[in-house]
């Protein structure tokens, strides 16, 4: 075997750093080793060096470098000098594996521009070109270039196919990359407990692989940001977008700022999503880039009332139709709708959502729904408002047939019977605290471990009240995905964080509602009301806060109770009053009116019998009656029928 053949196959195995020491270890080494010398500097992120040394090869007669030229020339995004590369191979007769070679970065090429159907033919051909070369990298390389932009086009089965051949012949040196394509394939399809898989196996190649570092910290975070697992989405996302920096690697780097604004958005915090979004619009130089940008730029528009997201979603909408994108093309009609729900425009937004449907039946699945719903809750409720016979509910069937990813909705009950619910199914949690940590937290927001273990276990040894509510903590961030009892290093407190959630609290909903004064808002308070709060914990924190939500409904009807009292509704005073005694049975005001309602409506029977319900209840759980309940007796007595 040659030096020059030598060097070639210790860079089919994946080793370059072995190669270039063969390389610098030859004092006059022939033009195609600098070939190969070249190729693997571009695979160790070296690419100023690498296109310095392929063209050297190039002037030293290895036509062939082109091809490497043109890779390293579309990495530094330098497109044009990439195309003149490989048409200066037009007029060379090429072997078969370099002309396979060179439909493959053609194929890459198209990608970039955005000419997406264009590019899978060139790898079509590549692919027909290489599939029985006795290089094993080469066949894997193609095969997984071929899955990749099948899976970018939608077809995610076809890619797996291409995918898993790919993986099926590379060794563990060359599996980095296909590992990555077919993870991405998986999530496209739901299966995020194989994109998982594939992920950490991909982790442990890529250690050694410098270039690999942005794209696996992106993957990592593609992955969280559709389950719904924000922390961990947008910690990998900024990880990403700082490492394809360093690397100069554009194309990375945009999509990560991408991602990372749509979780900014969905979690409320436009202004760094905003940011995110300006370093994007500098590196969105690619059509596929550009469509993406668009339409991320349009879900921030949309959320703060921008007046042209209107405008940007549709420009988004119709580059994605030009660029065959089906998947993004869906997400920018589920964008619309929500815009036109904003607007109270629901005839568009059913346009809209019925055009998102047809693009769910091109696909052939709704997972890329998934990803959307969390920051669109008007579509959300909109889908959710569904008749089981509607077509549209099918997009909500999606998401309820995937494991793995974190719950749309999450509703806290802590009224009457304590439980939480995930997409109005109930949790099962083995920690009996967890509700009670959740609740406290939500009413004392920020507050200190000390604080905490004080209010909940008063009396435990400390040792084990720490060890108790770390095991609260971990049963919630573990059952329900996006949950968790978020710790802030500066202020040295916790509090409830329910992030890219829609959060729900039974005390909340009652308190909005009560807060309208009115009396329809009443009713749904009281309909809230399933009972007391957390019935059967002690502690006087909860007592206090047990109290002042039940005073704040007792309150609000007695000031319905007067006005209807002095205008004569009397139905209307017995109705609540019965009602409000169920939560204050001892309330010597509302006994008042119960009594005094009764004798209008009912007369001196029924207001007797009423008279000696109240008169027992008092006995039993005050220990005596009101004065006024000596005045009723004497009336109901005195009474002459």
């Not at 060097?7 to 004092?27: D, K, N, S, V």
């Not at 392929?54 to 995004?77: D, I, P």
């Not at 009396?459 to 084990?464: F, L, S």
């Not at 409904?553 to 000031?559: D, S, V």
């Amino acid at each position: 075997m040659s030096r020059a053949q030598k060097i070639y196959r210790t860079m089919l195995a994946g080793q370059y750093a072995q190669a270039l020491e063969l390389h610098a270890a030859w004092a006059t080494p022939t033009a195609q080793a600098d070939r190969w010398a070249g190729y693997c500097l571009f695979c160790q992120g070296e690419l100023l060096l690498a296109r310095d040394m392929l063209l050297r090869a190039l002037n030293g007669k290895a036509v062939a470098a082109a091809v490497e030229l043109a890779t390293v020339y579309r990495h530094l995004r330098q497109l044009p000098q990439a195309w003149a590369m490989l048409q200066s191979l037009d007029h060379h007769p090429l072997e078969p594996l370099d002309e396979g070679l060179a439909f493959r970065e053609r194929g890459a090429l198209l990608f970039e521009e955005g000419r997406l159907r264009e590019a899978e033919d060139a790898f079509e051909r590549a692919w027909q070109l290489l599939q029985h070369v006795p290089e094993t990298s080469v066949r894997v390389n193609t095969a997984y270039a071929l899955g990749y932009i099948q899976s970018f086009l939608g077809k995610d089965r076809r890619a797996l196919h291409h995918l898993n051949l790919a993986l099926k012949e590379t060794q563990s040196g060359r599996r980095l990359h296909p590992l990555l394509a077919r993870a991405f394939a998986y999530q496209s399809l739901g299966r995020f407990d194989l994109a998982e898989q594939d992920l950490s196996e991909a982790d442990s190649l890529g250690k050694s692989v410098p270039m690999a570092q942005s794209v696996l910290s992106y993957s990592r975070g593609a992955l969280y940001r559709v389950q719904g697992r924000w922390v961990q989405a947008l910690e990998h996302l900024e990880r990403a977008a700082q490492q394809a920096r360093d690397l100069d690697d554009r194309g990375t780097e945009c999509f990560a700022e991408l991602d990372a604004s749509t979780v900014l958005v969905a979690t409320g915090r436009h202004a760094e999503a905003q940011l995110k979004l300006c370093r994007a619009a500098e590196l969105a130089d690619a059509p596929r880039a550009r469509a993406h940008y668009l339409l991320r730029l349009g879900h921030l528009q949309v959320h703060t009332d921008h007046p042209e997201a209107a405008h940007t979603l549709e420009q988004a909408r119709a580059l994605c139709q030009s660029l065959h994108l089906q998947r993004e093309q869906l997400l920018a009609d589920l964008h619309i709708a929500e815009l036109a729900l904003r607007q109270r425009d629901d005839a568009s937004a059913d346009g809209a959502l019925q055009q998102a449907l047809e693009s769910r039946y091109a696909l052939g699945h709704g997972t890329a729904v998934i990803s959307e719903l969390r920051g669109l809750p008007n579509v959300l409720g909109r889908l959710a408002a569904c008749p089981p016979n509607d077509p549209r509910s099918i997009l909500l069937d999606d998401w309820r047939a995937l494991a793995g990813a974190a719950p749309l909705k999450v509703h806290l009950q802590s009224l009457g019977a304590p439980q939480l619910h995930t997409d109005s199914r109930p949790v099962r949690l083995t920690m009996r605290r967890c509700v009670e940590v959740m609740v406290y937290l939500l009413f004392s927001p920020n507050s200190s471990r000390e604080q905490l273990l004080a209010a909940l276990w008063p009396d435990e040894v400390p040792a084990r009240a720490v060890s108790y509510f770390h095991q609260v903590r971990h049963e919630l961030e573990h059952t329900v995905p996006g949950l968790r009892l978020r710790y802030d290093r500066i202020t040295r407190t916790y509090a409830l964080c329910a992030a890219g959630l829609q959060f729900s609290w039974d005390v909340e909903d009652v308190k909005s509602a009560l807060s309208e004064g009115s009396e329809d808002g009443l009713h749904r308070a009281l309909h809230l009301y399933a009972g007391p709060l957390l019935p059967d914990t002690p502690g006087e924190w909860l007592r206090m806060e047990r109290d002042a939500l039940e005073w704040s409904l007792i309150k609000t009807g007695l000031h319905l109770i007067e006005r209807w009292s002095e205008a004569g509704e009397y139905a209307k005073c017995l109705t609540l009053a019965e009602r409000l005694l169920e939560i204050d049975p001892v309330n010597e005001v509302l006994a008042e009116y119960l009594l005094q309602a009764t004798w209008e409506l009912q007369g001196k029977l029924s207001t007797r019998r009423q008279l000696a319900e109240l008169t027992s209840r008092f006995t039993d759980q005050v220990g005596e009656v009101p004065p006024t309940f000596v005045v009723w007796q004497r009336r109901v007595e005195g009474f002459k029928a």
